[in-house]
């Protein structure tokens, strides 16, 4: 039970949940367990509270696999199997809603948002001394089929430079190759934010 990776899914979500960025049911997250399945929070739970019945095991396809009863998974697995399928060494995928997430879509031109120029992008893979590197942000449709056909074929011509997507108006997707790297991540993309944000409002240029 201890290395289930279920509980540390609990764990993050309590986690992100007490950060303000999974408020009122917001966000999901996932952990592979294994070549061809992943554990995804059930759909609408909420996200302070979850227990081992509150994920489903799903594969590749969106298959459920294994439900608890009355669970179904997160209405937005699909985005979550895009990032699988092109990502090899993608195991853990934490999706959130943040404010400043939010704010900085509105920053982004031709769906791309581009990051400040921070030693910490370092963390997110990028050892340049003045790096450009764009996040893709994607549009928000209600139908996420839609949204998961987006980030397929952008994918599928080019994975993005940083482990993370946004999603316009919706919230941002990180992931990494086990959870400490996937909190990381998603840490450092949130830091990138709330910098944008404030040199916005300080009319600073980044
Ligand atoms: C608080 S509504 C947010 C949802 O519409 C969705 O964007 C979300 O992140 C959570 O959906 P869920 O189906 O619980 O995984
Ligand atoms: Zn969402």
Redesign the pocket.
């Known amino acids: 039970m201890h290395n289930d990776p279920r509980t540390h899914l609990a764990a993050a979500a309590r986690d992100f949940y007490a950060r303000g960025w ?7 997250l996932s952990a592979r367990r294994d070549a061809d399945t992943f554990w ?6 909420p ?1 302070d509270q979850l227990g081992v019945g509150d994920f489903v095991l799903v594969d590749l396809r969106g298959q459920v696999v294994q439900a608890p009863p009355g669970r ?6 699909a985005l979550h199997e895009v990032v699988y399928r092109h990502v090899p060494d993608a195991r853990v995928i934490f ?3 943040s404010i400043e997430a939010n704010l900085c879509g509105h920053f982004a031109q031709q769906g791309r948002l581009r990051l400040p120029t921070l030693e910490m992008l370092k963390g997110l893979g990028v050892p340049d001394a003045e790096p450009q590197v764009d996040l893709p942000v994607f549009a928000n449709h209600v139908n ?1 089929a839609r949204i998961a056909e987006d980030m397929d074929r952008a994918f599928a011509q080019a994975r993005p430079r940083v482990p993370g997507v946004l999603i316009h108006q ?2 941002v997707t990180a992931w990494g190759p086990d959870f400490l790297a996937a909190r990381h991540h998603l840490e450092l993309l949130e830091y990138c934010f709330r910098y944008l944000v404030q040199a916005k409002a300080l009319a600073i240029g980044v």
């Open positions: 999974m408020l009122g049911t917001a966000g999901n995804i929070t059930a759909s609408g739970r996200k179904k998974p997160s209405a937005e697995v999706h959130v809603h996420v919706h919230g």
